[in-house]
């Protein structure tokens, strides 16, 4: 919605309602427009996406974008179930100490595929069950300020 110094409107844009989300804040600009950020549930890889729409001073203008908000990502491991091997990709925002950690079942380490300081991107990490025996895993992403578990099973 835009409105001039007397408060009566001068156009409105609406943007559709999305289950399980929506605007989380709506802050007015400079040139009175509108930035409007919000989420949407189960969408991105941890289960949410981000979004952030511009409503210019033109009324046809919405120019909606997902920004690069950077974001730790520990994703499934592929294949799953695994025989023997397994990828892990993780994601880092930003330089930072990592350790991925496997654990069995009964909570025991099992062994540490990272513990180095990684560069921000994507990481694809091997991880060789070796003489583990068959069963459900868990892998832990630890950093300073994050930590993801999944769990993976490996089937000999």
Known sequence: MR???????????TIPTVPFGGATS???????????AGMVAGSGPNGSTVYLARLSTDPNSVQPRIPSV?????S???????????????????ASRVTLTIY???GEKVSVVVDDLLRP???????N????????????LY?????????????K
Do not use: K
């Open 129 to 140: 069950a070796g003489d583990l025996s068959s069963g459900n895993y868990f892998y832990q």
């Open 143 to 155: 950093t300073e300020s994050h930590r993801e578990i999944r769990m993976m099973t490996l089937v």
């Open 121 to 127: 991107g994507n990481h694809v990490l091997r991880f």
């Open 3 to 13: 409105v001039d110094d007397a408060g009566d409107t001068l156009w409105t844009e």
């Open 26 to 36: 709506v802050v007015q600009t400079r040139d009175r427009g509108f930035l409007v």
């Open 104 to 106: 069995n079942s009964l």
């Open 76 to 94: 499934q491991n592929y294949p799953n179930p695994f025989n023997s091997s397994t990828h892990i990709r993780i994601e880092i925002p930003r």
């Open 70 to 74: 950077p974001t730790y990502c520990l």
